[in-house]
Nanobody
């Protein structure tokens, strides 16, 4: 079993920044991909970012250079640095370690409980 624990969410003014963290433990599948998705109330899951095979980041089109994903292999920690936040970024953010993420699919089994991000204007 994989355990994922997110932290770092909060309420910020439009234009502000937040850094989300996710600590992953347990039986981590080595071939799975790591990423973040978000979900607002009544809306579908939306992929935010993913660690690519080469170690860089892949991002949803709406990110437009505002977010940076990173992974600390020694600490099994995934981070998402978010800048220039907008009210439309308001959602629950989840980290995921799952084979589905490799195909930019977000109906995942291994995910955390989420951390809320609220951006007010």
């Amino acid at each position: 079993q994989v355990k994922l624990v997110e932290s770092g969410g909060g309420s910020v003014q439009s234009g502000g920044s937040l850094t989300l963290s996710c600590v992953v433990s347990g039986s981590i599948p080595t071939s799975a991909c790591w990423g973040w998705y978000r979900q607002a109330p009544g809306q579908a899951r939306v992929g935010v970012a993913r660690i690519e095979r080469g170690g860089g980041g892949g991002y949803g089109t709406f990110v437009k250079g505002r977010f940076t994903i990173s992974k600390d292999n020694a600490k099994n920690t995934l981070s998402l640095q978010m800048t220039n936040l907008k009210p439309e970024d308001t959602a629950m953010y989840y980290c995921a370690v799952d084979h589905a993420v490799c195909s930019w699919l977000w109906d995942v089994q291994n995910r955390g409980q989420g951390t809320q991000v609220t951006v007010f204007s």
